[in-house]
């Protein structure tokens, strides 16, 4: 009983902390959308200067761990370019949607690539430009193939956020911290973030699986 009183009165805390983890997951996967996609089509292009500038960026940021990401941009990159600490918030946002962005440009990649050549030909043959025919008919099709892997990658930068606690930023695993360093009941604060981590992710994936069937019936 006495354990549940504790959780309970941290509770604001708590959902404060996830309240923080889901804006910043939001944020980062947004940009990280945007950079997946860009980099994707850079990818596929035709050109290899535009491909190599793709696949330097891929291969530097899923060639290092997201931890030491995290620790280079915001105590080591970030103040030699700014000269001056910069907030913490930003700083995690940033380099979630670095890190996120560059495994989303390999299943852009692979998605544009899954697309039958001729449904590119069928396009130009109708009067489409490249542009129109990758807008309308091409990714259309592709984007219906990679929602699975999105969202794993969604469900992933979610759980990769507790590492942004070690910036101290009050996302839901440094609310925990906070609190238990007072307490001392690290088992069950850590226990609670835990599931409340389980529930926030199985909702994500109950809705990727409602999705896909929406689409496929669409």
Do not use: C
């Not at 708590?14 to 997951?25: I, S």
């Not at 089509?41 to 050109?47: D, H, I, T």
């Not at 996120?100 to 299943?107: D, F, H, K, S």
């Not at 930068?157 to 690290?186: P, R």
């Amino acid at each position: 009983m006495e354990t549940v009183s504790l959780i309970a009165d941290a509770a604001p805390l708590l959902m404060k902390g996830l309240e923080n983890t889901v804006k910043v997951a939001f944020l980062s996967l947004l940009f990280a959308t945007i950079l997946g996609l860009s980099f994707g089509l850079l990818r596929v292009s035709k050109r290899p200067f535009l491909q190599m500038i793709a696949k330097v960026y891929v291969s530097i940021i899923r060639g290092t761990p997201l931890y030491v990401q995290v620790i280079f941009f915001y105590f080591g990159l970030f103040p030699l370019v700014f000269g001056r600490a910069t907030d913490a918030v930003s700083a995690g946002i940033f380099v979630l949607s670095l890190n996120a962005g560059a495994y989303l440009v390999e299943i852009f990649r692979a998605g544009i690539e899954s697309i039958d050549k001729g449904q590119m030909e069928a396009g130009r043959a109708i009067g489409f430009s490249h542009g129109q025919t990758m807008t309308y008919i091409i990714m259309p099709q592709a984007i219906k193939r990679m929602i699975p892997a999105i969202v794993n990658q969604f469900i992933i930068s979610i759980k990769d956020t507790s590492l942004l606690a070690t910036i101290g930023i009050a996302e839901l695993t440094f609310s925990a911290q906070t609190i238990y360093a007072v307490n001392f009941k690290a088992f069950e604060f850590l226990g609670a973030v835990g599931i409340m981590y389980w529930i926030l992710i199985n909702v994500l994936t109950w809705f990727s699986h409602w999705l896909e069937r929406r689409l496929a019936t669409g």
